[in-house]
């Protein structure tokens, strides 16, 4: 009854998670590692999230409008993403106090209420080529030390002037590699193995329906919804990471 229970209480992590995730392009391993590390450590619950990482994030790519000229644009920070994640390799394992998690939910809580006040951030076409890969690097750290991949990159991303379909491709694009690194680094360290691998497979069902209603949402809102949602929801999500680590 105890493993049920458990299993019931993934289910639900990953559909809440996947339905954040649908509506605004990011979500699900910050929402799925903030909840289940109520019962597990957090890297194992990195390890879970693995493969509806992977499947929800080609999902999103697949139905952006311009996937080669994204990575044309992002290649540089994709590269520092997995140099940052590598070179990280062993800080989730490590995390005690939860130090890492508490500093990422303040710098999410202060982007999204600078974002919510319409505040326009711009990068200037002339910075990608210097910022990308620090971002990445940075990302990737970040990635390796919590097991949430949302910053710097996301504020990057978003200060691109991407479109909403744009954006959210460009997301999965990030999310994707950063999964892929973080998987290397797991797997290195003896947190996924083939037994953890095939517990991420069942966690899969309920990401992707909780994503497929989340996505007809979005399909349905305007960007200006859109944006406010995307604030909103990153705000939420730093307010969970700041009240879990404190």
């Keep these: 009854m105890e493993n049920l229970h458990l299993i019931l209480f993934i289910a639900a992590t990953f ?20 909840i289940l590390g109520v019962v597990m450590a957090p890297a194992q619950a990195a390890a879970l999230l693995v493969v509806p990482n992977l499947v929800t994030n080609g999902w999103q790519i697949a139905t ?24 990280g390799a062993g800080l989730l394992a490590q995390q005690k106090d939860g130090s890492a998690t ?16 319409a505040a326009k951030l711009r990068v200037p076409a002339k910075a990608e080529t210097w910022l990308a890969p620090v971002i990445g690097i940075t990302t990737g750290i970040a990635t390796a030390a919590t ?16 479109d909403k379909d744009e954006l959210v491709q460009a997301l999965g694009v990030s999310f994707i590699v950063s999964t ?49 949602c995307f604030f909103a929801g990153l705000l939420a999500l730093g307010a969970y990471l700041v009240l879990r680590a404190a």
């Design 15 to 34: 559909l809440l998670a996947g339905f954040v995730k649908g509506v605004i392009g990011l979500g699900l391993p910050t929402i799925a590692v903030g």
């Design 64 to 87: 952006g409008p311009g996937l080669r000229a994204i990575l044309m644009r992002l290649w540089p920070m994709l590269i520092g993403i997995c140099i940052g994640t590598w070179a």
């Design 102 to 117: 508490l500093w990422l939910g303040i710098a999410l809580v202060l982007y999204a209420l600078v974002g919510l006040k």
């Design 147 to 162: 097991g949430v991949f949302v910053l710097p990159a996301v504020p990057y991303l978003q200060a691109l002037g991407l």
């Design 180 to 228: 892929l690194a973080l998987s290397v680094g797991l797997v290195g360290t003896g947190a996924l193995d083939l037994t953890v691998a095939w517990r991420s497979l069942l966690a899969l069902a309920p990401a992707l329906a909780g994503m497929a209603v989340g996505t007809m949402i979005r399909n349905r809102i305007s960007a200006a919804t859109f944006k406010f």
